[in-house]
């Protein structure tokens, strides 16, 4: 049975086994009316918008039918290069009476849960390879290196951030729930320190991560059930069990057979070593994916204006409210290709390594169309970010945008009962029709 397994795995890639692959997230539709949205709007027609999404869907078509046996060669390359760098990074943390050798371990070991966490994790549980049918990277059954649980991590990102993108009041990534990013947001007291508490939200991000999978807010706003927060409290505790026992309890644990050697320091220096590694992957994971979401002029939309969206407004609203990434080959590698953040919200089932390629006809149609394609080196969108944290941590003048100001309670309080209004109004029309 094994033997059988292996060659399973191994076996060639048919040319098109893709072709008929899609996990692409579904534009937001309104039940209730058959309005259309505005979004876009101001740079096309619906016309142009629906050509727009008909040669952004050729594009996907065109990726598609040419996956194969070089993608699935690529992913397991990626696979065997983490865990050798996991290897060797256990190794070097064990020898902490060798600087050289120990430092160089927590650089392997960090390297190791960077891909793991990015070109590997996040692409894999987007279901990019499921077409492989290869069990290793299937995106239902894998789980990663992170304090996350990949099943309420797949729910939170690849469904409600990558439906709702850049939505207010829908997708829970702006902000998560902490930082002011945006001027529609409403500002409170502790927005003053956007700066440190995003600064402080990089050293951990992957507990931020988990927590924000939790979804306390929504359960005690009522938008989730009792039963399902206990779920996703039960699963992100289970998980935490098992990441605190494997890189803060275990490991140090096999440490001591150091002690008669090295001193009563080497769990302590194998267990520091662990939390540098992790520290390192979350600065980078939080670089990364701060870039392609908050810099200047990526753009945020409201949800009536989203309401029953074509494919072409679904693309663009995708474009519009994301960043690119500039660098080299290895450092797209390690980003997981996030770096290409817009072909990443574009087409976020198609494997990564493809953006380079898909980007240059995305470039073509934002060209054509007159568009804003927003890129730029890791330190300038790093700046921009900054900048955006800073601006928006002031107290707005505005009492409207202030959250817990009479104005705003009111204005917020009047949308939510025109929202009702308009959904019972729309129910009972289409009763008596």
Known sequence: MPITLRRSKKAPIKPRSAS???????????????????????????????EFGRELDAVRQRVLDDLGQKDADYIRRVIRAQRASEVLGRIGIFMPFFPPAFIAGIVFLGLAKILDNMEIGHNVMHGQYDWMNDPMVNGARYEWDNMAPAQD??????????????????????????????????????HRFNLPLAFVLMIVFEWGVMYHGIELDQYLQGKISKADFQGRKKRAMQKIRRQVFKDYIAWPLVGLALVPFVGWWAPLAILGA??????????????????GHFPAEVQTFAEEDAQNESRGQWYLRQLLGSANISGHAPFHVLTG?????????????????????????????????????????????????????????????????IGNSPESKALRRAKREEATRRAEALRGTQLTS
């Open 20 to 50: 008929s692959h899609n996990a692409a997230p579904l534009t937001l539709i309104n039940p209730y009316s058959e309005k259309p949205a505005t979004i876009g709007l101001e740079h096309m027609t619906y016309e142009q918008l629906d």
């Open 153 to 190: 991590w797949k729910h939170g990102h690849n469904y409600i951030h990558h439906t709702y993108t850049n939505i207010h009041g829908m997708d829970r990534d702006i902000g998560y729930n902490l930082l002011r990013i945006d001027d529609d947001q409403p500002w409170y007291g502790t």
């Open 274 to 291: 662990n939390v540098v590694a992790n520290i390192i992957r979350n600065i980078w994971t939080f670089l990364v994916i701060f870039c």
């Open 337 to 401: 290709n996030l770096s290409y953040q817009i072909e990443h919200h574009l087409f976020p089932d198609i494997p990564a390594r493809r953006y380079p390629e898909v980007a240059e006809d995305v470039k073509r149609l934002v060209e054509q169309y007159g568009l804003t394609y927003n890129t730029g080196r890791l330190s300038k969108q790093l700046a921009s970010v900054a900048r955006q944290l800073a601006v928006y941590g002031r107290k707005p003048s505005d009492p409207y945008k």
